[in-house]
């Protein structure tokens, strides 16, 4: 029997759930998530509006900020 790296266990446990371990979203993958445009995701980053991060001059948008946003931005419905 071959004994398993711990790099290749690691890779063995990320194999195909780049989802689950991608914590931040670039401005392109944000607008393609949301369904908005990239201009968008600009203008609500400019208007302070979607939470975000600079990451070496870089802007980025971590996913569990974002899911919050998405959540206390949520309307309810008038029920009658």
């Not at 392109?28 to 968008?40: D, G």
């Not at 609500?44 to 996913?63: A, C, D, E, N, Y």
Request: proline share 6%; aromatic share 10%; glycine share 6%.
């Amino acid at each position: 029997s071959v004994p398993v790296s711990p790099f290749n266990k690691l890779m063995e446990i990320g194999k195909n759930a780049d989802e689950k371990i991608k914590a931040f979203f670039t401005p392109e993958e944000l607008a393609e998530f949301l369904a908005i445009s990239r201009a968008t995701v600009y203008r609500l980053v400019g208007k302070r509006q979607l939470p975000f991060h600079k990451i070496g001059g870089v802007l980025r948008f971590k996913k569990a900020d974002i899911e919050e946003y998405l959540e206390t931005g949520r309307v309810e419905p008038i029920v009658r």
